[in-house]
Protein backbone atom coordinates (compact mmCIF):
# COMPACT_ATOMS: atom_id res chain seq x y z
CA UNK A 1 0.00 0.00 0.00
CA UNK A 2 1.03 3.56 -0.17
CA UNK A 3 2.24 3.78 3.68
CA UNK A 4 4.54 1.21 2.97
CA UNK A 5 5.49 2.44 -0.19
CA UNK A 6 6.87 5.70 1.45
CA UNK A 7 8.09 3.47 3.94
CA UNK A 8 10.49 1.96 1.01
CA UNK A 9 11.45 5.00 -0.10
CA UNK A 10 12.62 6.33 2.77
CA UNK A 11 14.50 2.88 3.79
CA UNK A 12 16.49 3.66 -0.32
CA UNK A 13 17.12 7.30 0.67
CA UNK A 14 18.96 6.81 3.95
CA UNK A 15 20.55 3.45 2.26
CA UNK A 16 22.23 6.35 -0.26
CA UNK A 17 22.62 8.47 2.96
CA UNK A 18 24.84 6.59 5.33
CA UNK A 19 26.76 4.11 2.52
CA UNK A 20 24.29 1.24 3.93
CA UNK A 21 24.08 -2.08 2.30
CA UNK A 22 21.00 -3.70 2.91
CA UNK A 23 20.97 -8.00 2.53
CA UNK A 24 17.89 -9.64 3.25
CA UNK A 25 17.48 -13.62 3.45
CA UNK A 26 15.09 -15.18 1.38
CA UNK A 27 12.34 -16.04 4.33
CA UNK A 28 12.55 -12.19 4.41
CA UNK A 29 8.87 -10.29 4.01
CA UNK A 30 8.44 -9.09 0.59
CA UNK A 31 8.67 -5.49 1.10
CA UNK A 32 12.18 -5.75 2.79
CA UNK A 33 13.22 -7.95 0.24
CA UNK A 34 12.34 -5.37 -2.07
CA UNK A 35 14.35 -2.63 -0.71
CA UNK A 36 17.88 -5.08 -0.37
CA UNK A 37 20.93 -4.97 -2.08
CA UNK A 38 21.35 -8.43 -1.90
CA UNK A 39 18.67 -11.15 -1.43
CA UNK A 40 20.35 -14.55 -1.27
CA UNK A 41 21.09 -18.30 0.87
CA UNK A 42 23.21 -17.89 3.98
CA UNK A 43 26.32 -18.97 1.91
CA UNK A 44 25.64 -15.60 -0.95
CA UNK A 45 24.69 -13.39 1.89
CA UNK A 46 28.24 -14.26 3.78
CA UNK A 47 30.27 -13.61 0.50
CA UNK A 48 28.18 -10.36 0.20
CA UNK A 49 28.84 -9.80 3.42
CA UNK A 50 32.39 -10.48 3.56
CA UNK A 51 33.03 -8.44 0.23
CA UNK A 52 30.93 -5.07 0.23
CA UNK A 53 32.73 -1.48 0.38
CA UNK A 54 29.24 -0.04 2.32
CA UNK A 55 30.15 1.48 5.76
CA UNK A 56 27.34 0.07 7.09
CA UNK A 57 25.34 -3.68 6.96
CA UNK A 58 21.67 -3.81 7.61
CA UNK A 59 21.00 -7.78 8.11
CA UNK A 60 17.33 -8.51 7.37
CA UNK A 61 17.85 -12.27 8.90
CA UNK A 62 18.17 -13.51 12.37
CA UNK A 63 21.33 -12.94 14.67
CA UNK A 64 23.43 -15.64 14.03
CA UNK A 65 23.76 -14.08 9.89
CA UNK A 66 23.94 -10.51 11.48
CA UNK A 67 27.04 -11.72 13.75
CA UNK A 68 28.39 -14.13 10.93
CA UNK A 69 28.71 -10.60 8.69
CA UNK A 70 30.30 -8.90 11.62
CA UNK A 71 32.87 -11.41 12.31
CA UNK A 72 33.45 -11.62 8.29
CA UNK A 73 33.69 -7.72 8.23
CA UNK A 74 34.57 -6.61 11.39
CA UNK A 75 35.42 -3.24 10.68
CA UNK A 76 31.62 -2.19 9.60
CA UNK A 77 28.62 -1.10 11.46
CA UNK A 78 26.60 -4.09 11.71
CA UNK A 79 23.02 -3.84 12.25
CA UNK A 80 20.35 -6.38 12.97
CA UNK A 81 17.29 -4.56 12.87
CA UNK A 82 14.81 -6.27 15.50
CA UNK A 83 17.55 -8.02 18.09
CA UNK A 84 15.37 -10.76 18.92
CA UNK A 85 15.33 -12.24 16.13
CA UNK A 86 16.75 -15.60 16.55
CA UNK A 87 17.16 -19.05 15.67
CA UNK A 88 16.00 -21.76 17.70
CA UNK A 89 18.58 -24.48 16.02
CA UNK A 90 21.15 -22.17 16.66
CA UNK A 91 20.06 -22.37 20.20
CA UNK A 92 20.16 -25.86 20.39
CA UNK A 93 24.26 -25.79 21.02
CA UNK A 94 26.48 -24.14 23.26
CA UNK A 95 29.94 -23.86 23.11
CA UNK A 96 30.07 -25.27 26.42
CA UNK A 97 27.93 -28.67 25.10
CA UNK A 98 30.00 -28.66 22.44
CA UNK A 99 33.41 -28.59 24.43
CA UNK A 100 31.96 -31.73 25.56
CA UNK A 101 30.85 -33.30 22.76
CA UNK A 102 34.51 -32.97 21.49
CA UNK A 103 36.12 -34.15 24.43
CA UNK A 104 34.40 -37.64 23.46
CA UNK A 105 35.93 -38.28 20.61
CA UNK A 106 39.10 -36.91 20.52
CA UNK A 107 40.69 -36.23 16.66
CA UNK A 108 37.23 -35.48 15.48
CA UNK A 109 36.92 -32.34 12.57
CA UNK A 110 34.06 -30.68 13.96
CA UNK A 111 32.06 -29.04 11.24
CA UNK A 112 29.05 -26.57 12.48
CA UNK A 113 26.58 -25.45 10.49
CA UNK A 114 25.98 -21.55 9.43
CA UNK A 115 23.34 -21.55 12.03
CA UNK A 116 24.96 -20.88 15.22
CA UNK A 117 26.26 -18.86 17.71
CA UNK A 118 29.90 -17.06 17.10
CA UNK A 119 30.70 -18.67 19.98
CA UNK A 120 30.24 -22.34 18.31
CA UNK A 121 31.62 -21.49 15.75
CA UNK A 122 34.92 -20.38 17.31
CA UNK A 123 34.99 -24.18 19.14
CA UNK A 124 34.51 -25.47 15.18
CA UNK A 125 37.04 -26.53 12.50
CA UNK A 126 34.64 -25.77 9.42
CA UNK A 127 31.39 -24.17 8.64
CA UNK A 128 29.14 -25.08 6.33
CA UNK A 129 25.62 -23.90 4.91
CA UNK A 130 23.02 -25.83 2.99
CA UNK A 131 24.04 -25.33 -0.22
CA UNK A 132 27.97 -25.99 0.33
CA UNK A 133 27.59 -28.54 3.20
CA UNK A 134 28.66 -31.91 1.08
CA UNK A 135 31.38 -29.84 -0.60
CA UNK A 136 32.78 -29.61 3.22
CA UNK A 137 32.55 -32.66 3.98
CA UNK A 138 33.85 -34.62 0.78
CA UNK A 139 36.69 -31.89 1.79
CA UNK A 140 37.72 -33.65 4.84
CA UNK A 141 40.49 -36.82 4.89
CA UNK A 142 38.19 -40.02 4.57
CA UNK A 143 40.50 -41.54 8.31
CA UNK A 144 39.06 -38.32 10.23
CA UNK A 145 36.11 -38.33 12.38
CA UNK A 146 33.62 -35.72 11.48
CA UNK A 147 31.53 -34.22 14.76
CA UNK A 148 28.58 -32.69 12.68
CA UNK A 149 26.60 -29.83 14.36
CA UNK A 150 23.84 -28.42 15.07
CA UNK A 151 21.39 -29.96 12.32
CA UNK A 152 20.70 -33.38 12.83
CA UNK A 153 18.63 -33.35 9.48
CA UNK A 154 21.26 -31.73 7.34
CA UNK A 155 23.85 -33.73 8.84
CA UNK A 156 21.69 -37.45 7.87
CA UNK A 157 21.18 -35.99 4.24
CA UNK A 158 25.03 -34.85 3.51
CA UNK A 159 25.68 -38.92 5.47
CA UNK A 160 24.01 -40.34 3.05
CA UNK A 161 24.98 -38.01 0.00
CA UNK A 162 28.68 -38.86 0.87
CA UNK A 163 28.92 -42.05 2.32
CA UNK A 164 30.69 -40.70 5.51
CA UNK A 165 29.52 -41.63 9.11
CA UNK A 166 28.96 -38.53 11.12
CA UNK A 167 28.48 -38.07 14.74
CA UNK A 168 25.01 -35.82 14.39
CA UNK A 169 24.02 -33.21 16.94
CA UNK A 170 20.24 -33.74 17.39
CA UNK A 171 18.82 -30.23 16.87
CA UNK A 172 16.65 -29.22 13.78
CA UNK A 173 14.69 -26.19 12.53
CA UNK A 174 11.62 -26.28 14.21
CA UNK A 175 9.96 -24.33 10.61
CA UNK A 176 10.94 -27.10 8.49
CA UNK A 177 10.56 -29.81 11.15
CA UNK A 178 6.57 -29.56 10.73
CA UNK A 179 6.73 -30.39 7.28
CA UNK A 180 5.35 -33.97 7.39
CA UNK A 181 5.82 -36.89 4.47
CA UNK A 182 2.07 -36.78 4.70
CA UNK A 183 1.89 -33.02 3.47
CA UNK A 184 4.28 -34.05 0.82
CA UNK A 185 1.96 -36.76 -0.82
CA UNK A 186 -0.96 -34.44 -0.07
CA UNK A 187 0.81 -31.95 -2.40
CA UNK A 188 1.70 -34.04 -4.98
CA UNK A 189 -1.92 -35.48 -5.09
CA UNK A 190 -3.17 -31.78 -6.10
CA UNK A 191 -0.79 -31.21 -8.34
CA UNK A 192 0.61 -34.67 -9.77
CA UNK A 193 2.68 -33.45 -12.75
CA UNK A 194 5.25 -31.20 -10.10
CA UNK A 195 8.85 -31.58 -8.93
CA UNK A 196 8.97 -31.72 -5.59
CA UNK A 197 12.00 -29.25 -3.76
CA UNK A 198 12.70 -29.29 -0.46
CA UNK A 199 15.38 -27.96 1.81
CA UNK A 200 17.88 -30.15 3.64
CA UNK A 201 16.19 -29.49 6.77
CA UNK A 202 13.45 -31.08 6.21
CA UNK A 203 13.32 -34.72 8.21
CA UNK A 204 14.58 -37.27 6.19
CA UNK A 205 11.11 -38.80 5.68
CA UNK A 206 10.40 -35.87 3.31
CA UNK A 207 13.89 -35.60 2.01
CA UNK A 208 13.26 -39.08 0.67
CA UNK A 209 9.78 -38.07 -1.12
CA UNK A 210 11.59 -35.14 -3.07
CA UNK A 211 12.84 -34.41 -6.37
CA UNK A 212 15.43 -32.26 -5.54
CA UNK A 213 17.40 -31.15 -1.87
CA UNK A 214 18.85 -27.41 -2.18
CA UNK A 215 19.63 -24.41 -0.46
CA UNK A 216 17.36 -21.73 -1.13
CA UNK A 217 18.72 -19.98 -3.54
CA UNK A 218 19.35 -23.30 -4.92
CA UNK A 219 15.90 -23.94 -4.99
CA UNK A 220 15.20 -20.87 -7.09
CA UNK A 221 18.11 -21.58 -9.49
CA UNK A 222 16.54 -25.03 -10.03
CA UNK A 223 13.24 -23.41 -10.61
CA UNK A 224 14.54 -21.08 -13.19
CA UNK A 225 16.36 -23.29 -15.43
CA UNK A 226 14.38 -26.54 -14.82
CA UNK A 227 12.27 -27.09 -18.18
CA UNK A 228 9.66 -28.36 -16.05
CA UNK A 229 7.11 -25.88 -14.78
CA UNK A 230 4.91 -26.68 -11.98
CA UNK A 231 6.92 -27.29 -8.86
CA UNK A 232 5.97 -28.15 -5.03
CA UNK A 233 8.38 -25.84 -2.91
CA UNK A 234 9.31 -27.54 0.94
CA UNK A 235 10.83 -24.15 2.38
CA UNK A 236 9.73 -21.01 3.99
CA UNK A 237 7.07 -19.32 2.54
CA UNK A 238 9.52 -16.55 2.25
CA UNK A 239 10.75 -17.93 -0.61
CA UNK A 240 7.63 -17.55 -2.78
CA UNK A 241 8.48 -13.63 -3.60
CA UNK A 242 11.57 -14.17 -5.52
CA UNK A 243 10.30 -17.41 -7.20
CA UNK A 244 7.45 -15.35 -8.24
CA UNK A 245 9.73 -12.28 -9.56
CA UNK A 246 12.15 -14.84 -11.29
CA UNK A 247 10.04 -17.51 -12.62
CA UNK A 248 6.97 -15.26 -13.37
CA UNK A 249 5.35 -18.04 -15.65
CA UNK A 250 6.21 -20.98 -14.03
CA UNK A 251 3.80 -22.64 -10.83
CA UNK A 252 5.36 -22.58 -7.65
CA UNK A 253 2.92 -24.65 -4.69
CA UNK A 254 3.92 -23.85 -1.20
CA UNK A 255 4.29 -27.60 0.63
CA UNK A 256 2.57 -26.39 3.46
CA UNK A 257 1.08 -23.45 4.94
CA UNK A 258 2.99 -24.28 8.10
CA UNK A 259 6.29 -23.30 6.68
CA UNK A 260 6.53 -19.82 8.54
CA UNK A 261 9.70 -19.05 10.29
CA UNK A 262 8.21 -16.33 13.47
CA UNK A 263 11.77 -15.46 13.68
CA UNK A 264 12.21 -14.28 9.98
CA UNK A 265 9.23 -12.42 10.11
CA UNK A 266 10.16 -10.08 13.08
CA UNK A 267 12.08 -7.91 10.56
CA UNK A 268 9.65 -5.45 9.31
CA UNK A 269 10.18 -2.31 7.16
CA UNK A 270 9.85 0.42 10.09
CA UNK A 271 12.12 -1.42 12.14
CA UNK A 272 15.05 -1.55 8.92
CA UNK A 273 13.83 1.80 8.72
CA UNK A 274 14.21 2.88 12.53
CA UNK A 275 17.74 1.00 12.55
CA UNK A 276 18.76 3.05 9.67
CA UNK A 277 17.91 6.47 11.53
CA UNK A 278 19.45 5.48 14.77
CA UNK A 279 22.33 3.31 13.28
CA UNK A 280 20.69 0.56 15.94
CA UNK A 281 20.87 -2.53 17.42
CA UNK A 282 24.23 -3.05 16.41
CA UNK A 283 26.18 -6.52 16.47
CA UNK A 284 29.28 -7.01 18.48
CA UNK A 285 31.54 -9.99 18.90
CA UNK A 286 34.12 -10.78 21.32
CA UNK A 287 37.73 -10.73 19.34
CA UNK A 288 39.01 -13.65 20.52
CA UNK A 289 35.80 -15.43 19.33
CA UNK A 290 35.69 -13.70 16.82
CA UNK A 291 39.33 -14.51 15.16
CA UNK A 292 38.59 -18.13 15.82
CA UNK A 293 35.10 -18.27 13.98
CA UNK A 294 36.48 -16.48 11.26
CA UNK A 295 39.04 -18.83 10.67
CA UNK A 296 36.22 -21.83 10.53
CA UNK A 297 34.44 -19.07 8.32
CA UNK A 298 37.41 -18.69 6.19
CA UNK A 299 37.89 -22.11 5.58
CA UNK A 300 34.28 -23.08 4.28
CA UNK A 301 34.84 -19.53 1.92
CA UNK A 302 38.12 -20.59 0.46
CA UNK A 303 36.19 -24.44 -0.61
CA UNK A 304 34.13 -22.63 -2.53
P1 LIG B 1 19.80 -21.26 3.24
O1 LIG B 1 19.16 -19.98 2.77
O2 LIG B 1 21.27 -21.14 3.33
O3 LIG B 1 19.34 -22.39 2.40
O4 LIG B 1 19.33 -21.52 4.73
C1 LIG B 1 18.02 -21.64 5.07
C2 LIG B 1 17.79 -21.41 6.50
O5 LIG B 1 17.16 -22.19 7.16
C3 LIG B 1 18.33 -20.21 7.11
O6 LIG B 1 18.08 -20.17 8.46
Not at 104 to 125: C, F, L, Q, R
Amino acid sequence: DEKTQKIMDEVVRLKKEKNAIILAHLYQRPEVQEVADYVGDSLGLARTAANTDAEVIVFAGVHFMAESAKILSPDKIVLLPEIEAGCPLADTITAESLRKKKAEHPGAIVVTYVNSSAEVKAESDIICTSANAVKVIESIPPEREIIFTPDRNLGDYVAKKTGRKLILWDGYCNTHQRLTPDDIRQAKAEHPNAKVLVHPECRPEVVALADGVFSTTGIINYVVNDPGDEFIIGTEAGIMHQLTKKAPHKKCYLASKKLICPNMKLTTIEKVKLALETLEPQIEVDPEIAKKALQALERMLAIG
